[in-house]
């Protein structure tokens, strides 16, 4: 079974930083593009960021320029890097990757359980 797990949301004061983190774990065969979204209270999910296998990026025009998102793909894990954060910043984060499981002909989309990041002073 494919788990996606997050980790690293909390409380921060405006200005401040936080870096999630996720790893995907189980029965594994290959992990495609991963990325990131957030979800405020009583609004639609938004893609925050994205990485392609090759390292490609790409960011919500809100965040680009403060968020950073990596991968190290030999641990099946994906990186957001959070600067310069501020109180709109307030959102579940939901870790987002297709992954290939064992003896899987097509990639499935998966979804973490959701970390909560409060920028408030």
């Known amino acids: 079974q494919v788990q996606l797990v997050e980790s690293g949301g909390g409380l921060v004061q405006p200005g401040g930083s936080l870096r999630l983190s996720c790893a995907a774990s189980?029965?594994?065969?290959?992990?495609?593009?991963m990325a990131w979204f957030r979800q405020c209270p009583g609004k639609e999910r938004e893609l925050v960021a994205a990485?392609?296998?090759?390292?490609?990026?790409n960011y919500a025009d809100s965040v680009k320029g403060r968020f950073t998102i990596s991968r190290d793909s030999a641990k099946n894990t994906v990186y957001l890097q959070m600067n310069s954060l501020e109180p709109e910043d307030t959102a579940v984060y939901y870790c987002?990757?297709?992954?290939?499981?064992?003896?899987?002909?097509?990639?499935?989309?998966?979804w973490g359980q959701g970390t909560q990041v409060t920028v408030s002073s």
């Open positions: 987002n990757a297709g992954i290939r499981p064992y003896r899987s002909a097509a990639y499935l989309n998966y």
């Open positions: 189980g029965s594994i065969s290959s992990v495609n593009s």
């Open positions: 990485i392609t296998v090759d390292g490609s990026t």
